[in-house]
């Protein structure tokens, strides 16, 4: 099996290279998170925003599996599908789709919750994308959640109307605003009742089986390394492990089965939320970069926050995850910079520290810049690596030296054509 994950904060192109490499792949399978992902990939030219399906559904070939680690809401996934359907036809699509009938249910109230805690004061305000993820995961832990197998329980319709009760009358005393209860529940049971037109199977036999019999998987990640809940920059997290053995955890998949571990990097950075981002910079040229970069939220549409590459995070990222191949990304949002910052330290108290995320919001952290020289061309001609601009060429080995990863893969641009493979 191998993995994909982000590097940074999320929104580095996975949906892009999954695009390209994932055709290579009989199995796709998501991991984490829910439908706060926002996977853009191009099918014949549109545009089309993933946020719980894995990445291969375009591919007749691949199976798409939403495994035990994602959080799922039946009616957002009832959408999408819907959606994807006016494409492809329906059946070939739910034909392809597997879940795995540990995962849990995102309830309406969880919604609702998400909005209630990012808005009241008595909350730290996260900056979440409000889908009911952290909810949803922390019922998961109180051991209080549905299960996607629950939906063929005979109690499920109960079970259900008595957490939403519960829920929404909390959430009613704390004066939290929300449709009527039983508009809540029947549009949810909706939702479950299009989930039954979809394989709901222990997907991790299917996936071990697969794998002995040399079918190919990928694992899928979604949000990105410095989201994880343990490992990033708590509490402006997301709520699952983002990380490569997260993959293992989710997919019930041995560690001694991974092989490749693909990281996708931005050749600067962003981040949507609140929380610390050492390298970040504000006025004309990050807003400049956003608007190049469509630096705004897949779902939420919500500007991003820009900063320059940052190496200390970009390391430890690596190192977290153990990464075997780079994928370099958006490498054109930076042609017409002169000069490239790239923090290669940061200082704090004196001290330099080449390694570590920042994780202290109250931390002094000052970067060390190192400046490269721009390319200051377009990329859009260019395909082999043999024809890169010399300094986007000193660019990417500079990287290399210092991240001790080679850079397989280098997207120059949103087409799916504008991603060039290093080795050839
Ligand atoms: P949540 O995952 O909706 O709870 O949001 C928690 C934090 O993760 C917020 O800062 C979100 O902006 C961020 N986040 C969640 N999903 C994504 C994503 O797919 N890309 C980038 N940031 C994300």
Redo the contacts with the bound molecule.
Sequence with gaps: MDILIGLQ???EGKGKFIDLIGRDYDIIARFN?GA???HSIYYQDEKITLKLLPSGIFSPHIKNIIGTGVVIDPLSLKTEIEEIAQIIPEQDLLNRILISQKAHLVLPTHRYW?IYMEESALYRT??????G??PSYSDKIKRQNLRVEDIYSDNFKDDVYQILNRQYNELQHLGQEMPALEELYHSFMQGCIFLKKIQITDTEIFLNKALRNGQKVLAEG???TL?DIDHGSYP????SNTLASAACVSLGVSPKLVDKIYGVTKAYCTR????IFPTEITGQTANDLREKGGEFGSNTKRPRRIGWLDLPALKYAIMLNGVTHLVLTKADILNTITEIPVCTHYETKGEKIALALPACKDQEIKPVWKYLSGWNTVLTNVSQAKNLPEALATFITFLEAELEVPIKYLSTGPQREELINLAI
């Design positions: 904060w999320g929104d998170g706060n992902a926002g998400d996260i900056g979440t994308t409000k889908n993820i952290a979604a949000q990105a989201l402006y997290v997301t709520s949507v939320g609140h929380g």
